[in-house]
T-cell receptor
């Protein structure tokens, strides 16, 4: 596709519900990142994939957060038993190689946990 | 650990006036520096980047930034802003050979008519 696509654009969940956020990176991009952006803050690193391999998940806040990229393209970020503090914009980004020289970001999924 | 400080959370400026958005970073090793812009309801878009070489970096939409190693700064400038420059601007740092970006908290630029 022309850019990084994320869905849904908005998600409202009741506390305790599970949610799944989808990211379609630019076709052929090797690297894929998930970031969390709380209100009034900059994006914070969650996890990084190179192809289908999750090389770094050090930023995931708890074991309720899980990310996968089984075929090295589309990625899903899953949050189990959502809590109010999970409310944020979740950004996906991809880059062409393993290089960190330029990231292409999606528009994000705004998650609100009530 | 690396960190990025954007001292100004909001900067109002009149149209056609110059603007400077400040960014300071902390790192003891070679860094890559970036400015990203986020328009309302859109993803972050790369404005410019410093990897090596000339310390004055020119980006899109008439923006430029200067890497100052001694002051550990990477301030963003534009000599004459337009209404369409109204957006949030994020400074970010990473290191050669790594993939993890550290972002600042952002500066909201509001251009007034």
């Amino acid at each position: 596709g022309a850019g990084v696509s994320q869905s849904p654009r908005y998600k409202v969940a009741k506390r305790g519900q599970d949610v799944a956020l989808r990211c379609d990176p630019i076709s052929g991009h090797v690297s894929l990142f998930w970031y969390q952006q709380a209100l009034g803050q900059g994006p914070e690193f969650l996890t990084y994939f190179q192809n289908e391999a999750q090389l770094d998940k050090s930023g995931l806040p708890s074991d309720r957060f899980f990310a996968e990229r089984p075929e090295g393209s589309v990625s899903t970020l899953k949050i189990q038993r959502t809590q109010q503090e999970d409310s944020a914009v979740y950004l996906c980004a991809s880059s062409a190689t393993g290089s960190n020289e330029k990231l292409f970001f999606g528009s994000g999924t705004q998650l609100s946990v009530l | 650990a690396q960190s990025v400080t954007q001292l100004d959370s909001q900067v109002p400026v009149f149209e056609e006036a110059p603007v400077e958005l400040r960014c300071n970073y902390s790192s003891s090793v070679s860094v890559y520096l970036f400015w990203y812009v986020q328009y309302p309801n859109q993803g972050l878009q790369l404005l410019l980047k410093y990897l090596s070489g000339s310390t004055l970096v020119k980006g899109i939409n008439g923006f430029e930034a200067e890497f100052n190693k001694s002051q550990t700064s990477f301030h963003l400038r534009k000599p004459s802003v337009h209404i369409s420059d109204t957006a949030e601007y994020f400074c970010a740092v990473t290191r050669s050979g790594t993939y993890k970006y550290i972002f600042g908290t952002g500066t909201r630029l509001k251009v007034l008519a």
